[in-house]
Every structure is written in structure tokens, then in C-alpha cells.
């Protein structure tokens, strides 16, 4: 399986010029849909969600024009919200609550995985806690969600950090993995369809935290404090579109796993086992019908930043979300009629 990796948005002051006049168009001024650019902050399958939302045309349909541009990590995302040169999109927790901690005002609207989605696999040789010790584990960088996941990993092996090295390895978790299968290091955090590619090539799943549904603020969706402040509306007909996109997920298996493949780059009829297992992962067991955020999930990631962060102390879950466009469409009834 190869993934290939598709163009980044990297500039931030760059292009801010150029999509000036893109993001100021008033529109009440335009007859036609309303523009906005989102973006998705990862190839894996956790995100496969959101790339059936905007391909389904449930935006379209509630009156917007989406753009979708992709930004391979979550510090990057909040910068280009921050800066303007994007509205919302699918991008961890932990890089919001970071970013609004400093006083950016991005908030936190829907919680789309809510419990961790990995599994911690390892060389087919270490197949017991105790021989962990003295091995390199590969994490993308420290303070990640994969960071944080090896560490939480450990602790319930009852193995201590200091038994291991951790290595922070970029390039996402196709590059960890590549480490693994190279021998640079003895384990790694993977998360599906990866998951099923190692179990067949005879790595030894130590850890399988999808199993064991803990909650987590894994990757959720944020909007831009212009946008909150200036454009409800706009808001409002995205989640209206956000969520009916849930509902086109949930009854449209083959259709979503096309579209999850496109955006992975797989072959749909050679990797269809490892789609058929993302989709039911992320798409039938976590995504959720009414996607609010989790208060207990934001908790620990604010544990997780006290670590190193002292503005945290005093922080509470609710200020980083705003839930209030979910709920009025929860309480009309918007969502549960989608399913009758």
C-alpha cells in the first residue's frame, strides 16, 4: 500500500494577499452559494469523515461553495485560521486548545473522534511488556497525540518511559511505520487502515486502545474567531451540512469508501479490506450522529499540555468549545429526521 501524498498549503503572510479578496466578499452580496475554505489535517483514516462530508454535496446543498485544501499538521491549521486564509476544518484538539490558551479565540464546534484510535505495534520478536525495555518507540513529536498515546500505552503495560527512547519521527505514521519495518525502531502508534497492513505483515498488536474506547479529544472541527464573530449564519448552514454529510457516511458504505480511497490514493479493489475496516472503525463505531465534543476528552488534553504549559492551570473544558449551533439543531429535530 502507497500512499502519495497530495499538494500543502504552506504559506501563511504568502498567500494571505492573494486571499483577501476571496475571504472578504460579503455573502449577503452574492447571489449564488457562499464560498468558505476548509481543510483536513492528515492522510489517515480518521479524517475520512470529513472528506465524505464535503464530497457527498450535503455543503452544496445548505448553500455553500467549499474549497478543501489540506495542511499536514494541526499547528499549521490554526495558524492559517488565525491569519484568515481559512475558515474551519478537521484538526486535533490539541492544537486549538494550545492556540486559544494564547488568546486566539478559535473554538472548538463539533468532536468528530472522541477516543483514541490507535494501537501500539511492535517488532513480531517483543510480544511481552518486559521486553520493551531498552527500545525505540516512534512518535511524530513530543506533545503529539501519538506522544501522548505511546505514553498512556505504557502506562497501562506498566512499562516506564524511562525504559524506552522515543523518537520523534515526521512524515506521519506511514514514515513511523517505515521505521518500524527497517528496524530503526521496535514500535510504533498506528492507527487504521495501517493497522490491518501490520497485523498482515506479522507485527504484534502489544496495545489496541480502538478496543479500548478510551475518550480522547482526538480531532474535532474549529472555526476561525472572523468567522464566529462576523458570519452565524454561515455556521449554521455548514453544521446543517456537517451533519446530514454524517448521515450520507453512515448510509452509503460503497460510496464513502471510494471516496476515502481517492483521498488515500489506494486501490479500491486491492485494498478494499483495509477501507472496509476504516469505514467501520471511524465511520459505524466512532463518528457519531450528534458529533458534540467531549468534556472529559478536552480534560485530559488539557492534563496532557499542564505537563509543560503552565497558562492551563484554572483552564476548563467549556472554554474551548461552542456548541451552540449543534444544539439548535439537535433541538429542533434538524438531526434526528435526517434518519427516519
Known amino acids: 500500500m502507497r500512499w502519495k501524498k497530495p499538494h500543502v498549503c504552506h504559506s501563511i503572510v504568502g498567500t494571505l494577499i492573494a486571499l483577501t479578496a476571496l475571504l472578504s466578499i460579503d455573502p449577503k452580496a452574492s447571489q449564488g452559494a457562499e464560498k468558505i475554505r476548509i481543510f483536513y489535517t492528515a492522510i489517515t483514516g480518521e479524517q475520512s469523515i470529513f472528506w465524505i462530508v464535503k464530497e457527498s454535496g450535503m455543503l452544496q446543498k445548505y448553500g455553500l461553495e467549499p474549497e478543501m485544501i489540506y495542511l499536514d499538521t494541526g499547528t499549521l491549521a490554526v495558524q492559517t485560521m488565525v491569519a484568515g486564509e481559512s475558515h474551519l476544518g478537521m484538526v486535533g484538539s490539541t492544537a486549538v486548545v494550545l492556540s486559544a490558551l494564547k488568546g486566539s479565540g478559535l473554538k472548538i464546534l463539533s468532536g468528530l473522534i472522541n477516543s483514541l484510535t490507535y494501537i501500539l505495534i511492535t517488532d513480531p520478536n517483543i510480544t511481552r511488556p518486559e521486553q520493551l525495555k531498552g527500545a525505540k518507540l516512534a512518535i511524530a513529536r513530543f506533545g503529539s497525540l501519538s506522544d501522548f498515546g505511546t505514553r498512556l500505552a505504557l502506562k497501562k503495560l506498566g512499562v516506564p518511559v524511562s525504559d524506552v527512547t522515543l523518537m520523534q519521527i515526521g512524515g506521519g505514521q506511514t514514515a513511523r511505520f517505515a521505521a518500524l519495518k527497517s528496524g ?18 506479522g507485527f504484534y498488536p502489544m496495545v489496541d486502545m480502538i478496543e479500548q474506547k478510551i475518550e480522547y479529544a482526538g480531532s474535532g472541527i474549529a472555526a476561525s474567531p472572523s468567522l464566529l464573530r ?3 449564519e454561515t455556521i449554521r448552514n455548514f453544521m446543517k451540512g456537517l451533519v446530514a454529510g454524517i448521515h450520507y457516511a453512515k448510509t452509503h458504505k460503497e460510496e464513502s469508501m471510494r471516496i476515502t480511497a481517492r483521498y488515500m490514493k489506494l ?3 486491492k485494498e478494499r479490506p483495509a477501507l472496509e475496516e476504516t469505514y467501520r472503525v471511524f465511520i459505524e463505531q466512532i463518528v457519531q450522529r450528534k458529533p458534540y465534543p467531549t468534556l472529559e476528552g478536552i480534560q485530559r488534553v488539557l492534563d496532557q499540555i499542564a505537563e509543560t504549559e503552565p497558562k492551563v492551570k484554572g483552564a476548563t473544558p467549556e ?8 444544539k439548535e439543531l439537535d433541538q429542533s429535530g434538524f438531526i434526528d429526521s435526517l434518519y427516519r
Open 184 to 201: 530503526v525502531v521496535q514500535g510504533a502508534i498506528v492507527a487504521p487502515p495501517m493497522t490491518r497492513v501490520a497485523k498482515e505483515q
Open 267 to 269: 486501490d479500491y479493489n
Open 230 to 232: 462576523e458570519r452565524p
Open 319 to 326: 472554554q474551548f468549545i461552542d456548541t451552540k449551533y449543534l
